[in-house]
Nanobody, 115 residues
Framework: EVQLVESGGGVVEPGGSLKLSCKTS????????MHWVRQAPGKGLEWVST????????YYGNAVQGRFTASRDNPKSTLYLQLNSLKVEDTAMYYC????????RGQGTQVTVSP
């Protein structure tokens, strides 16, 4: 059974930081590119980042470029997302996913950025 379990969300002030984790199991994690997507209240899913299978490169959406950093630990089958310089508009449920559209995603972890 494929499992994707996100953690690390919380409530932070603008300018703050968080680090999200996604522990996976049930598939060959080290062979797959992995993705982060998010969904803000009342909006659709938004692609955030993609990391290559070996972690050698990550790509980011314009809204988070330069502030967020994705990484992975293949022996631990875990994906990470470091969120820095957070803005109110980053408030969303964050999901790790096996596909960039987010169809195969976990249950999510809530990030709330509030003064």
């Amino acid at each position: 059974e494929v499992q994707l379990v996100e953690s690390g969300g919380g409530v932070v002030e603008p300018g703050g930081s968080l680090k999200l984790s996604c522990k996976t199991s049930g598939f060959a994690f080290s062979f797959d590119p992995m993705h982060w997507v998010r969904q803000a209240p009342g909006k659709g899913l938004e692609w955030v980042s993609t990391t290559t299978f070996d972690g050698s490169a990550s790509y980011y959406g314009n809204a988070v470029q330069g502030r967020f950093t994705a990484s992975r630990d293949n022996p631990k089958s875990t994906l990470y997302l470091q969120l820095n310089s957070l803005k109110v508009e980053d408030t969303a449920m964050y999901y790790c996913a096996r596909d960039a559209s987010g169809r195969q995603r976990g249950q999510g972890t809530q990030v709330t950025v509030s003064p």
